[in-house]
Nanobody, 115 residues
Framework: QVHLVESGGGLVQPGGSLRLFCAAS????????MGWYRQAPGKLRELVAY???????NYADSVKGRFTIFRDNAEKTVYLQMNNLKPEDTAVYYC?????????WGQGTQVTVSS
C-alpha cells in the first residue's frame, strides 16, 4: 500500500517562504505525475502545481513566479518551494503521486499566512 507523508507546513508572515516536502513509500512501482493541491476553508480543492516524471511542470496562475515544484525520482519525493507567500495562500496542502494508474494522497499539511 502506498503511503505519502508530508511535512513543512506552518505559520508564516506575508512575504515569507516555506518548503513543503512529500515522500512516497510502500510501492516498488514507477511514480508518474506528482503534485500539490490545496483547499482553503469553504472552497473547493484546487491544483497548485504538478510535475511529470520527465520534469515537465505546470502551475496555477495564482502561484506562478512564486512557487516552484521539483522532485527526486530516486528518493520518490516531491517538494514545493513557496516564496512571497500571501494570506490567500492559506490552506491545507495535499500532495499526490500517480502510481500504477491510481492517484494516492497525503494526509495534508496546514499552511497559514498571517501577520
Amino acid at each position: 500500500q502506498v503511503h505519502l507523508v508530508e511535512s513543512g507546513g506552518g505559520l508564516v508572515q506575508p512575504g515569507g517562504s516555506l518548503r513543503l516536502f512529500c515522500a512516497a513509500s510502500g510501492s516498488s512501482g514507477s511514480i508518474y505525475g506528482m503534485g500539490w493541491y490545496r483547499q482553503a476553508p469553504g472552497k473547493l480543492r484546487e491544483l497548485v502545481a504538478y510535475i511529470t516524471s520527465g520534469g515537465f511542470t505546470n502551475y496555477a496562475d495564482s502561484v506562478k513566479g512564486r512557487f516552484t515544484i521539483f522532485r527526486d525520482n530516486a528518493e520518490k519525493t516531491v517538494y514545493l518551494q513557496m516564496n512571497n507567500l500571501k494570506p490567500e495562500d492559506t490552506a491545507v496542502y495535499y500532495c499526490y503521486a500517480d502510481i500504477g494508474g491510481r492517484r494516492n494522497w497525503g494526509q495534508g499539511t496546514q499552511v497559514t499566512v498571517s501577520s
